[in-house]
């Protein structure tokens, strides 16, 4: 039997390590509230204070374990199996699962201690750090036809897709609520596939990068929290979508 509180590790290279497989068993798993982290303004003839800014700093993860080894020299090779699972170069995947649709970035920071607790039993626990404060969900994927989207309090780097149905040689999407823009020149034919992903800056035109096809007054945006609306030119020469993965705190 599982624990309830049992997860999964991806890392970068897609290597998957389950707690439960691994011979680990979850005891708890806490994450801890976001890290608000204020800018204030106080001045002497001014009661309280004024904000200046804020935002999300690193959060961190609480995770107990224990184990049972068939002896104390299998308990020992054991331990050097679980620090080598934790510790890596890259952040990695975590998805629990008790919420198998969702996962969140974490790393090891410090060190931690392996307690025996007799001659083939032990426990530990172990903090990991949240350099991105957010829980992400499944991808999200919407045609766009005009409409405005409301994606919630987020905000979020998209990626556009443009499947084209007729020849065209531009292709530019807008963000009107900051006015910001991106353009392409190409000599798009049909069934051309154009993939813009803002979070990697990065354009490909079936697999291809091609960022010279990039105009110089395109920039990058984020989609704002709530309401987004975009536009696309030429609006009939492609079927267009939007991609994002929910995040939450």
Known sequence: MKSRFNFSIEYSDG???DMYEKGLWVSFFR???????????EHSQIPGARLI???????KIQIGFSFEKGSLEELDSFKHEIYQTFFHSDEY??????????YLMALQEGEYDIQNVTGTDGEFEIELTMLDPF???SRKEI?????????????????????FTTAASSFKVTHQETGKFVEV????????LLVIDFNKRKVTINN???????????????????????????????TVKLLYEPKSI
Request: proline share 6%.
């Open 93 to 102: 995947k975590v998805v629990r699962d008790m919420y198998p649709g969702n």
């Open 143 to 163: 045609t766009l036809i005009g409409q405005a989207i409301d994606l919630g309090p987020g905000e979020y780097w998209p990626t556009i897709t443009a499947k």
């Open 185 to 192: 020149k190409y000599g798009f034919v049909v069934g051309d």
């Open 53 to 59: 800014s804020s935002r999300i700093g690193v959060r």
């Open 208 to 238: 291809n990068v091609r960022m010279t096809a990039f105009t110089l007054k395109s920039r990058f945006f984020k989609l704002v929290p709530f309401t987004n609306q975009l536009t696309v030119s030429p609006y009939t020469a492609a």
């Open 31 to 41: 994450i801890s509230s976001p890290n608000a982290e204020r800018s204030l303004y």
């Open 15 to 17: 290597h998957k390590v």
């Open 135 to 137: 829980i992400y969900g």
